[in-house]
């Protein structure tokens, strides 16, 4: 929330069990028997995305991938 109020972008990565793990690891000085989980990039972008969220009805599924019968 910060971020954005300071014009920032941020993007959470996934880390863990990637390639980049390593070789993130030792740019962070992080310890070889730690797990890094998640890394968050942070800097100003270049554009600004459309903002708008999606329905919940968009989102989800009900009992299988693409199933779009929804009870609620």
Request: proline share 4%; hydrophobic share 35%.
């Amino acid at each position: 929330m910060m971020a954005h109020v300071l014009g920032l972008g941020t993007c959470w990565i996934n880390a863990y069990g990637t390639d980049c793990e390593q070789k993130a690891k030792r740019i962070l000085l992080v310890p070889e028997d730690d797990w890094l989980v998640s890394v968050v990039s942070i800097g100003y972008p270049e554009e600004t995305p459309e903002k708008g969220r999606k329905g919940l009805d968009e989102i989800t599924f009900t009992n299988k991938y693409g199933s779009q019968t929804h009870y609620f």
